[in-house]
């Protein structure tokens, strides 16, 4: 089984641009997450979208803003890029199975620059 | 969730048992113990978690106290490949995705 593809693997952009990251998750998995990572804040929990709703959201600014198909493909935003901005960006898919415990299986990131 | 304090770093020789403690004081009663470890540049790995009874799988062994406010990752044969950050998350069951990464503990495994 494949496992969680995140696309591009790096992306380098200016302040003021927006960017959209890709996440595809293990075939069969209906919920995905996002994590942010940096050096200084460690891994931060951003949102977790499950059948295309927004169902968890950590506290990050509305400038962070996602989105999920109906094939469980889940897409990220941020506009106005800030040089804060510059990090690891995380996908985690997971089964979300009814009554089931949950394992989070995550992608290799997508590294963001902010010049 | 649960605050949980990790040491920032150890050391473990290659071949030797790697036990990785875990403190979690205000752990409630229906909280999970989950494990995870990052490898440099790559995407956190689940490797185990637990509620109260100690658990293991191929990857480790995890050891409840049984007043729940710690607990021990083992990795029973360390090899150079498990050189890592581990972090040690308690968590509600079924969070929607969202878990609380504290900074972890930097396993060292020397030759």
């Known amino acids: 089984k494949a496992g969680v593809t995140q696309t591009p693997r790096y992306l380098i952009k200016t302040r003021g641009q927006q960017v959209t990251l890709s996440c595809s998750p293990i075939?069969?998995?209906?919920?995905v997450s996002w994590y942010q990572q940096t050096p200084g804040q460690g891994l931060q929990f951003l949102f977790e979208?499950?059948?295309?709703?927004?169902?968890n959201k950590g506290n990050f600014p509305g400038r962070f803003s996602g989105r999920q198909f109906s094939n469980s493909r889940s897409e990220m935003n941020v506009s106005t890029l800030e040089l804060g901005d510059s990090a690891l960006y995380l996908c985690?898919?997971?089964?979300?199975?009814?009554?089931?415990?949950?394992?989070?299986?995550f992608g290799s990131g997508t590294q963001l620059s902010v010049l | 969730d649960a605050k949980t304090t990790q040491p920032p770093s150890m050391d473990c020789a290659e071949g030797r048992a790697a036990n990785l403690p875990c403190n979690h004081s205000t752990i409630s009663g229906n909280e999970y113990v989950y494990w995870y470890r990052q490898i440099h540049s790559q995407g956190p790995q689940y490797i185990i978690h637990g509620l109260k009874n100690n658990e293991t799988n191929e990857m480790a062994s995890l050891i409840i106290t049984e007043d729940r406010k710690s607990s021990t990752l083992i990795l029973p044969h360390a090899t150079l490949r498990d050189t890592a950050v581990y972090y040690c998350i308690a968590s509600h069951y079924n969070q929607g995705g969202k878990l609380i990464f504290g900074q972890g503990t930097e396993l060292s495994v020397k030759p």
């Open positions: 979208y499950f059948s295309e709703t927004q169902r």
């Open positions: 075939s069969g998995h209906r919920s």
């Open positions: 985690a898919s997971s089964p979300d199975r009814t009554g089931g415990d949950e394992k989070l299986f």
